[in-house]
């Protein structure tokens, strides 16, 4: 069965530092991998998507992740972080079946 | 595009009493999901349609919680009596069907508060 680990529950970064949200993947194939973002209140926002094209993915807002199969990861990555970036993020696995199994999310906190 | 639009945004009920939760897909999405999020479980699918047929209802908690999709645009989710442990957000969320295409588009939630 597919499954993502969220390494993380919380992580704080000074405005300006970069940022590291660490995910990991169980798939029996090659998986197609998302990374949301939710704002407080506010829904799901996809930030970039992996289907099996270039292991590294940009997404919106200045994040991107890479796909890397010999570690079952895709850590998502930012070079420097800013205030808007405070939220939630959730890594999501599709299941193939068009259901998506999410993380239990980490709680991304930036400080001025 | 307006976006997957949900309504209520905000209800608070009493203990016992129905709560209709509805949801508008994003025009030309054949599939449409409806999550629960709470604290302790985080987000969980509860129900999907494709093509207004329910496909896999295996996440609805029990017999006081029914879907419906009479039509490509528009769903409701039910709950008949509702109970306070069923306070949380409901997101929808749409997907179109195109082959290699599973991104969901998700709805700005309901959040359902039951006294």
């Known amino acids: 069965a597919q499954s993502v680990t969220q390494l993380d529950s919380h992580v704080s970064v000074s405005e300006g530092t970069p940022v590291l949200l660490r995910c990991n993947y169980s798939?029996?194939?090659?998986?197609?991998l998302f990374w949301y973002v939710q704002h407080p209140n506010k829904g799901l926002q996809l930030l970039l998507k992996?289907?099996?094209?270039?292991?590294l993915v940009k997404g919106i807002n200045g994040f991107e992740a890479e796909f890397k199969k010999s570690e079952t990861s895709f850590h998502l990555t930012k070079p420097s972080a800013h205030m808007s970036d405070a939220a939630e993020y959730f890594c999501?696995?599709?299941?193939?079946?068009?259901?998506?199994?999410f993380g239990t999310g980490t709680r991304l906190l930036v400080s001025p | 595009d307006a976006g997957v639009i949900q309504s209520p945004r905000h209800e608070v009920t009493e203990m016992g009493q129905e709560v209709t939760l509805r949801c508008k897909p994003i025009?030309?999405?054949?599939?449409l999901f409806w999550y629960r999020q709470t604290m302790m479980r985080g987000l969980e699918l509860l129900i999907y349609f494709n093509n207004n047929v329910p496909i896999d209802d295996s996440g609805m908690p029990e017999d006081r919680f029914s879907a419906k999709m009479p039509n490509a645009s528009f769903s409701t989710l039910k709950i008949q009596p509702s109970e306070p442990r069923d306070s949380a957000v409901y997101f929808c969320a749409s997907m179109p069907g195109l082959v290699g295409n599973n991104e969901q588009f998700f709805g700005p939630g309901t959040r359902l508060t039951v006294l």
């Open positions: 992996y289907t099996s094209a270039a292991t």
């Open positions: 798939s029996s194939y090659s998986p197609s």
């Open positions: 025009s030309g999405h054949n599939s």
């Open positions: 999501v696995v599709s299941t193939g079946f068009q259901k998506l199994v």
